[in-house]
């Protein structure tokens, strides 16, 4: 982790960093290397859990060992065991951890609170580990460890607890959109479900449609049989999307949706779109080269477009949506985009009648523009990407002018709220801005004996506010975990809106910069400061790992593969505790 201040690392503390700085030098130095000390930028790198104290030692005065304290150095931050045991925590306690906006009584429905500043556990999803989580504007969803599916929120229902909605169907991922809830299977099937509890009512038990029944031959009789995906009533509500469009041997390997569209990823780097409502292209969104949509069937909007023209022959990896545009990323690399433009979330460099609202994809070559190039430069390479809202964010990898690797971190769009994280509240922001606090970020990594880059394990981006999650060296072992000792995990920096709290500071004002957020367990402990106001305890994600886990609904054990997760809504955030498909 990277230290860009003055001020030391605590003892007994894994990286822990205050309020950084963009790093202003390219030069870093080595000191005692052997005590995990480094000395980065101007700032300080600690690696290891030692008890020495950098700069100088000191034996404590008599009355302050009689005291049962040692006097603290000025420059020490101090810490709690919150901090350092909170990854353990996360392995041994399972949850589903909610922050920010309430209006929608998706943190706590019987809660007349609007705003929950801190996490606050769900108890419905209590000690579980789920496989995934999606926020709408006004309803969430999630996929239990068996992959079934519940929703809730305001924009479902009226009713307290999560509703069982999708069953029996093995799920492995949710995308939610203003008005509906699609739902991937372990096999590449995708379904669809009206986020609203009522129009699932009205919809429910109806017979699939004969384009579907053929398309999708024996696995019809498969959805249709006894073991159909139902709701806790019995209600077959999912539709599924039409298979028309892929070939032999493919399948849809992810999702990802906008507010009235939704965008999908092949085995075989195509790119599928459909709308989800009357306003799915509207915006250009489908990247189809048209602002038309042809008229939903009785079952809804359930055909696929094939995203083509600059993406012939491209293979695609990944995909994400904002509100009204999209972004998809090649495995060489490139970045393409297409949809809204009118607040520069293309990254395009403009927002005139050409590119403002864009209906196929471009290629991002402002990314290379930076360096003077209008190619793809060597050793570049996109290796992330993000949306949300009116905002576009990109993680590259590159090598700089020193011939070293790097990761850095850019973005384009709405700055109102401070989500560019370029310390700035701009309205828009047309070309790529690169996020300095996150960027060109190294360590010692004491097993390589080396210095290494710190990547981007993550990018979450909700409408407003943003998170991102460091690739920090952590000390758990993907194998096994032994959470008798203190365990560090991944560093998270979050920026943007923040009048609910979904920053995670426990605050309202909006953020420009990249700071902490506070711990899961912020709602229940005493809010560790040091003498300047600084918040000590920060999160910290727990990586990637092997647990013991109660399976649910009964009293086996099982070894799973697991980690915690971020994501972001609409005013609102969570971390839960994720199980992985094993490698």
Same mark, same amino acid.
């Given at each position: 982790?990277?230290?860009?201040?003055?001020?030391?690392?605590?003892?007994?503390?894994?990286?822990?960093?205050?309020?950084?700085?963009?790093?202003?030098?390219?030069?870093?130095?080595?000191?005692?290397?052997? =005590?995990? *000390?480094?000395?980065?930028?101007?700032?300080? !790198?600690?690696?290891? &859990? #030692? $008890?020495?104290?950098?700069?100088? +030692? %000191?034996?404590?005065?008599?009355?302050?060992?009689?005291?049962?304290?040692?006097?603290?150095?000025?420059?020490?931050?101090?810490?709690?065991?919150?901090?350092?045991?909170?990854?353990?925590?996360?392995?041994?306690?399972?949850?589903?951890?909610?922050?920010?906006?309430?209006?929608?009584?998706?943190?706590?429905?019987?809660?007349?609170?609007?705003?929950?500043?801190?996490?606050?556990?769900?108890?419905?999803?209590?000690?579980?580990?789920?496989?995934?989580?999606?926020?709408?504007?006004?309803?969430?969803?999630?996929?239990?460890?068996?992959?079934?599916?519940?929703?809730?929120?305001?924009?479902?229902?009226?009713?307290?607890?999560?509703? =069982?909605? *999708?069953?029996?169907?093995?799920?492995?991922? !949710?995308?939610?959109? &203003? #008005? $509906?809830?699609?739902?991937?299977? +372990? %096999?590449?099937?995708?379904?669809?479900?009206?986020?609203?509890?009522?129009?699932?009512?009205?919809?429910?038990?109806?017979?699939?449609?004969?384009?579907?029944?053929?398309?999708?031959?024996?696995?019809?009789?498969?959805?249709?049989?006894?073991?159909?995906?139902?709701?806790?009533?019995?209600?077959?509500?999912?539709?599924?999307?039409?298979?028309?469009?892929?070939?032999?041997?493919?399948?849809?390997?992810?999702?990802?949706?906008?507010?009235?569209?939704?965008?999908?990823?092949?085995?075989?780097?195509?790119?599928?779109?459909?709308?989800?409502?009357?306003?799915?292209?509207?915006?250009?969104?489908?990247?189809?080269?048209?602002?038309?949509?042809?008229?939903?069937?009785?079952?809804?909007?359930?055909?696929?477009?094939?995203?083509?023209?600059?993406?012939?022959?491209? +293979?695609?990896?990944?995909?994400?949506?904002?509100?009204?545009?999209?972004?998809?990323?090649?495995?060489?690399?490139?970045?393409?985009?297409?949809?809204?433009?009118?607040?520069?979330?293309?990254?395009?460099?403009?927002?005139?009648?050409?590119?403002?609202?864009?209906?196929?994809?471009?290629?991002?070559?402002?990314?290379?523009?930076?360096?003077?190039?209008?190619?793809?430069?060597?050793?570049?390479?996109?290796?992330?990407?993000?949306?949300?809202?009116?905002?576009?964010?990109?993680?590259?990898?590159?090598?700089?002018?020193?011939?070293?690797?790097?990761?850095?971190?850019?973005?384009?769009?709405?700055?109102?709220?401070?989500?560019?994280?370029?310390?700035?509240?701009?309205?828009?922001?047309?070309?790529?801005?690169?996020?300095?606090?996150?960027?060109?970020?190294?360590?010692?990594?004491?097993?390589?004996?080396?210095?290494?880059?710190?990547?981007?394990?993550?990018?979450?981006?909700?409408?407003?506010?943003?998170?991102?999650?460091?690739?920090?060296?952590?000390?758990?072992?993907?194998?096994?975990?032994?959470?008798?000792?203190?365990?560090?995990?991944?560093?998270?920096?979050?920026?943007?809106?923040?009048?609910?709290?979904?920053?995670?500071?426990?605050?309202?004002?909006?953020?420009?910069?990249?700071?902490?957020?506070?711990?899961?367990?912020?709602?229940?402990?005493?809010?560790?400061?040091?003498?300047?106001?600084?918040?000590?305890?920060?999160?910290?994600?727990?990586?990637?790992?092997?647990?013991?886990?109660?399976?649910?609904?009964?009293?086996?054990?099982?070894?799973?593969?697991?980690?915690?997760?971020?994501?972001?809504?609409?005013?609102?955030?969570?971390?839960?505790?994720?199980?992985?498909?094993?490698?």
């Amino acid at each position: 982790m990277f230290h860009a201040t003055t001020r030391t690392l605590a003892p007994r503390v894994r990286c822990y960093a205050t309020r950084a700085q963009p790093i202003r030098s390219a030069n870093a130095l080595a000191i005692g290397a052997g =005590l995990g *000390l480094l000395l980065t930028a101007g700032g300080i !790198v600690h690696n290891d &859990a #030692s $008890n020495w104290i950098p700069w100088k +030692k %000191s034996t404590p005065a008599p009355q302050d060992v009689a005291a049962g304290h040692e006097k603290q150095d000025p420059n020490i931050t101090p810490t709690s065991w919150d901090q350092q045991n909170q990854v353990n925590r996360g392995l041994k306690e399972p949850g589903l951890f909610l922050w920010g906006d309430n209006t929608t009584k998706i943190i706590q429905s019987s809660s007349s609170k609007q705003s929950f500043p801190y996490p606050h556990q769900h108890e419905f999803f209590r000690g579980q580990y789920l496989r995934d989580v999606a926020f709408g504007p006004d309803h969430a969803v999630t996929v239990d460890y068996h992959g079934n599916v519940y929703q809730w929120g305001v924009g479902h229902s009226q009713v307290e607890q999560p509703n =069982l909605t *999708l069953a029996n169907g093995d799920i492995v991922q !949710v995308a939610a959109s &203003a #008005s $509906n809830v699609y739902a991937l299977s +372990k %096999s590449g099937h995708l379904y669809v479900l009206p986020a609203a509890a009522s129009s699932q009512e009205e919809h429910a038990d109806r017979s699939l449609p004969k384009e579907l029944q053929k398309s999708s031959g024996s696995w019809v009789s498969w959805l249709m049989g006894s073991s159909k995906p139902v709701n806790g009533q019995g209600h077959a509500y999912a539709v599924p999307m039409e298979q028309n469009m892929l070939k032999s041997g493919e399948r849809i390997t992810s999702i990802a949706t906008g507010l009235h569209h939704v965008l999908a990823v092949t085995s075989s780097g195509r790119v599928l779109s459909a709308p989800a409502d009357v306003k799915g292209n509207e915006r250009g969104q489908l990247g189809t080269g048209t602002f038309d949509i042809e008229a939903p069937s009785e079952y809804g909007y359930i055909k696929w477009n094939v995203v083509n023209d600059t993406l012939d022959g491209v +293979k695609v990896v990944e995909a994400a949506a904002g509100h009204y545009h999209s972004v998809v990323r090649s495995e060489d690399g490139r970045v393409f985009t297409f949809g809204a433009n009118n607040f520069g979330q293309l990254g395009q460099g403009d927002v005139g009648v050409a590119k403002g609202q864009c209906n196929y994809p471009l290629e991002v070559r402002m990314l290379y523009s930076l360096s003077g190039r209008a190619s793809k430069p060597p050793g570049f390479a996109c290796s992330r990407i993000a949306a949300g809202g009116e905002n576009s964010y990109f993680v590259v990898d590159k090598i700089d002018k020193q011939k070293r690797s790097v990761t850095e971190v850019y973005s384009a769009g709405m700055g109102q709220y401070g989500q560019l994280g370029n310390a700035m509240y701009s309205q828009l922001q047309l070309t790529p801005v690169k996020v300095k606090e996150i960027s060109n970020n190294s360590e010692y990594d004491e097993k390589s004996g080396k210095m290494v880059p710190i990547g981007i394990a993550d990018m979450v981006a909700g409408a407003t506010h943003v998170f991102s999650v460091l690739d920090n060296v952590t000390n758990v072992d993907e194998r096994t975990v032994d959470t008798t000792k203190p365990n560090f995990g991944h560093d998270v920096y979050g920026w943007g809106h923040n009048f609910h709290s979904q920053v995670g500071n426990g605050k309202r004002n909006n953020i420009a910069t990249p700071i902490h957020p506070e711990t899961l367990m912020a709602e229940q402990e005493p809010h560790s400061k040091d003498v300047n106001s600084i918040v000590v305890n920060r999160l910290q994600l727990a990586p990637v790992t092997h647990v013991k886990v109660k399976v649910p609904g009964s009293n086996k054990e099982q070894t799973a593969r697991v980690d915690q997760k971020m994501v972001a809504g609409v005013g609102i955030s969570t971390v839960y505790s994720r199980v992985l498909p094993e490698k």
